[in-house]
């Protein structure tokens, strides 16, 4: 994939956020969503992966085209930086 950590972090953060749908992340970085489930279960701890697939799977606000949504956000204003956050990474 050839992502520097500042990027890693940012996708990580989208893909966590339920309003951010998979199709925002690959326009901003060109990451299908079969790649951002790959490296959230590299980057996360297990129990966290798990609770997170849990959470996205099959969920509208992630998939445009299952969405209402005509104009996606691409980050939540209560979107905080997750850099060095011990919790969600190994």
Known sequence: ????????????EMAW?????????????GIPE?????????????????MWRKRVSGRKTKHLAQSARQNPRFKSSAQRDITGNKISKR
């Open 1 to 12: 994939m050839g992502l520097n950590e500042r990027d890693t972090d940012r996708i990580i």
């Open 17 to 29: 956020e339920d309003r951010t749908p998979f199709d925002a992340i690959e326009a901003q970085f």
């Open 34 to 50: 079969k790649e951002v489930i790959k490296l959230m279960r590299k980057e996360m701890k297990p129990t966290s992966f798990k």
